[in-house]
């Protein structure tokens, strides 16, 4: 595996010089990588992981997760319909599901109304849409492998030990 | 200072030498909340894994809270056993040949009671684990330091053993890979370390406890080598591969006769390991390897890392074939390595341990422990960078 690749996959919190002195590269040659990685679209791009029960962080107040029913468009499977509706800004990530619900939608909103006039306006309305069913999230125990509350007490480890 | 109550300290307790380790953490606890960089520790960085820890939890749920047999879960040692025999080629009966002990420190410290008279000499080679001298002057043994050096990537030579030894020597006590080097020996080299055992029929006390901690090369243990299983008590442990310090669960295989006797010292001193360690320990042998090559692929970068910096520095450092801890030397530099390791800490605030705190035959070298993140590996290499640069003669 690309040693860039396989760093960002296990250490996200590395800055690309700190990267480069674990990898042994120089940073332009982890720059390199990255480059790569972009132009083979393998990486995306960089998102912060925030606490967002904190105010100062919470941009988008409401978290809705939206179980989405489709009818399959013939030739086009559900991909024309999904790429259509992860189009909308509201959407942060969209995904086709085996089970119950063709796709699961994770949509930020600063306000529940606009959370609320988002399906009921944008997503229902859309053409193959059959149901939706939404959830909202009320708090978040992790967030992209960061525990919230951490637990942990590593903290009390002794500085010097046999 | 003494003290009217000092009159009922043994006389060879009251002899031990204080713990070079003790004063290096108390010197180090003084500068609490400056921002210190610790590469003193002698644990990973890793929380045991939550499987593991929710099995204990589980286990004080359904009331698991009495005594167990006091060699341990019968259940645990027949997963030891099917684990020593999978990565360490050495079959063990779970009946009688295993017992479960309170870390590897307690299976020693009953190795040294059960097998040592007083007046026998045990060989270790050194620098080596800090207990091992005092444990064996506890039983009123002597202790036969015998050297490893830096040239040899610290392993322990058949030659050096045999310059070291003297008449009198009925133990060999063998931790490798070693803390504080991380040297180790290849197969060829346990052989010849075999042959002088049986030469000199010497009881082997073998610590394995780093060896899911090896870099390069695969582990041998040197009871899996022929006529030496017989003559080996094998020494393993959960705290380091399974980042289980604290839990202070470790266990001992041998011939029976050999463990029959580490239990009758064991039953009186402690009875049993904690069984909630115990089910912990049990969970870690069913579902942890994972885990531990997980944990293993970090150290193994770390080590690149720290060994790689450490001699771009001018921080002359073998690379360790084992275990979290680099060995660096500090010869090159001018100054000895209580100098370099107090120097560093006030200057600098990273924190080493002198390599003398593990023996005199760690003289001019420091250890420098890489169970840490990433991110402050490089700080602190950039600190030691600064101060090896403000230093230079």
Redesign the interface.
Known sequence: MNPVLKLLL??G??TTA?MA??A?FSVAEVEQHLEQLKKDKIFLGWRPVLDLSREEAAGAAVRAVIEVKLTPERGGGFNRLAERLAKFDEVESCYLMSGGYDLLVFVNAPTLQKAASFVSEKLSTLGGVLSTSTHFLLRSYKEGGFLLDSG?G?GN?????? | MSTPSHRWVASHVASLPR?G?RD??EL??KMKGQD?I?L????P?F?TPWHIRKSAITAIEEGKTYYTSNLGMLELRRAVATYVTEHFGVNYRPDDQIIITVGVSEALDLCFRAFCNPGDKVMYHQPC???YHPSIALVHGEGVAVPTYAKDNFALTAEALRAAWVPGCRILMLNLPC?PTGGTCDRVQLEAIAAFCREKDLLVLSDEIYSELTFEGTHTSIASLPGMQERTIFLHGFSKAFAMTGWRIGYACGPEPLIDAMMKVHQYAMMCASIIAQEAALEALNNGWEDVCEMRD?YH?RR??VV??FNEIGLTCHAPRGSFYAFPSTQGLGMTEKDFAVGLLKEQKV?V?PGTAFGINGTGHVRACFATS??KL?VA?DRIEQFIASNRE
């Not at chain 2, 003193?40 to 644990?43: C, I, K, S, Y």
């Open positions: 296990e250490g919190r590395l700190q002195q674990v042994g942990d590593a480890r002794l500085n010097v030990s046999p | 713990s380790i290096f953490f180090v606890a210190v610790s003193g520790v002698g644990e960085d929380v684990y800090v207990s803390n970090q970068k690149d890392l790689r910096r924190a341990v990433y991110e490089i290499c």
